[in-house]
């Protein structure tokens, strides 16, 4: 039967609490975070502590977006300007008979692509300017499939190099009219271009130290060639010193008829470029050995990593010095709160919730420091990568612009270190807030 009205269970002050203790003690933190400062000095050291804390993770952010851009890039135009892997004879004295090797290399699991070259020092030269290069004697439609240089033309052609009549394979080293012009072509690097003064159309002179035994001594070999090409790989090693001939033109130069310093693969798998070229060392038989871009290219890779590693432990410290801010501003509040303090614990609150607020606090500042560095940071790292205005002088950094490859995965991780950092940083401030007696406190009011 119904009274009128209901007995009701009372309501425990443990319960509110533990229902809406995180929701009190955020707003009390939050509360106590943009009110007017009795002293306004808390206030700068505030707002000091959010821009270190912004400052330290932009500058981690763009700092890691550098060095993975550098990385990103060098590996890219190192693997795009050379093979994966390159085989060469244990005696450096050539590969003879090389057809049919090449044939029985094309087979072996994993490789793509195969394709033989001649390498030669050479000084090439037009009037009084000259510079070193590297010749590298080529099929061209092989050299494509392993490697990009002969796809990055800017001036010019690569068609010079073709033969005239490319569909038999052994027609492909055969003389050919092209090949027998009095004036074989060449393609050169942009900047080596640049170094001597050559446009395509230019007759340039291509000097080889392994010349020919006179009554007079050792003659350098000459040769004229026709410049018909200029590439631009990006890569000052490659565009300040590399040359390609057509592989006959080259044997001819280096008086070595039908051969060859190297069978260059293009493989499947890059990171397992090491494993596979020891499948084509035990294809090729004795005599033979690899080498890969990953070796070739080890130490750059390393300095670049250990570089990455360094940046991140100096700017970290960055946000040292903002936590220290954030540690200084708490403490500065809890001597500035003592009595705010005293009468939220005389109403119940307890020493844990005490401790809460002050923790929430350090980490409101952090949390709003972090999200404007990381917007900041990934802002200016997307700019500097899609609109390349820092330029890089190319002889010295091998790159002609800064890059720039912002990674998530990065921004997770100074997220993490930033907030970990600022709230050790509250340990010991929200510890005094803790430790504050309502009695003392009060006794004076």
């Known amino acids: 039967m119904e009274t009128g009205w209901r007995q009701q269970t009372p309501v425990r002050l443990p319960d509110l609490v533990s229902w809406g203790s995180m929701r009190f003690e955020l707003f009390i933190a939050a509360r106590y975070l943009r009110a007017k400062r009795r002293q306004a000095v808390v206030g700068v050291i505030t707002a000091i502590s959010v821009i270190g804390v912004a400052a330290g ?118 003389p050919s009219a092209s090949a027998a012009a009095p004036i074989p072509p060449i393609v050169i690097g942009n900047d080596l271009s640049e170094t001597i003064g050559a446009k395509v159309g230019d007759t340039v002179l291509v000097t080889s130290p392994q010349g020919e035994l006179t009554p007079l001594g050792l003659v350098p070999k000459y040769q004229r060639c026709q410049v018909v090409g200029i590439f631009k790989s990006g890569f000052y090693q490659y565009d300040s010193s590399y040359a390609f001939m057509r592989l006959r033109d080259a044997q001819r130069l280096f008086s070595e008829p039908d051969l060859i310093s ?19 060392e035990q294809a090729a038989g004795q005599g033979f050995q690899t080498t890969n ?18 940046t991140f432990i100096v700017l970290a410290l960055i946000v040292c010095v903002a936590a220290l801010n954030i540690l200084i501003a708490l403490t500065m509040m809890v001597m500035e709160k003592t009595r705010d303090i005293a009468v939220l614990m005389s109403f119940g609150v307890t020493e844990m919730q005490v401790r809460r607020i002050f923790l929430l606090q350090g980490l409101l500042i ?30 010295v950094y091998s790159l002609d612009y800064l890059p720039f490859a912002p990674r998530i995965r990065d921004g997770v991780i100074v997220a993490a270190v930033s907030l970990g950092v600022s709230l050790l940083a509250t340990l010991y401030p929200s510890g005094s807030a803790a430790k504050v007696l309502p009695a003392e406190a009060l006794r004076y009011e």
């Open 366 to 395: 952090s949390v709003i420091g972090t999200a404007l560095g990381l917007v900041l940071g990934y802002a200016v790292s997307w700019a500097g990568g899609h609109y390349r205005f820092i330029r890089l002088d190319a002889a």
């Open 57 to 174: 993770v932009a500058s981690l952010i763009i700092a890691l977006a550098i060095t993975n851009g550098m990385r990103r890039d060098m590996q890219e135009r190192l693997l795009g300007s050379t093979a994966h892997v390159d085989l060469m004879r244990v005696a450096a004295d050539g590969i003879r008979d090389w057809r049919p090797l090449l044939e029985r290399l094309k087979e072996v699991p994993h490789v793509k692509a195969a394709a033989p070259g001649l390498y030669g020092q050479v000084l090439i030269s037009r009037g009084a300017r000259s510079g070193g290069g590297l010749i590298k004697g080529v099929i061209p439609t092989d050299e494509k499939a392993v490697g990009d240089l002969l796809q990055k033309i800017t001036e010019g052609s690569a068609g010079a190099l073709e033969p005239v009549n490319p569909s038999p394979r052994t027609a492909l080293d055969a």
């Open 293 to 310: 871009w990953m070796e070739q290219n080890r130490e750059l890779f390393r300095a670049l990593k250990l570089e990455q590693i360094v």
């Open 262 to 280: 190297v069978i260059s693969f293009k493989v499947d798998d890059l990171y397992n470029a090491d494993k596979i070229g020891r499948e084509i």
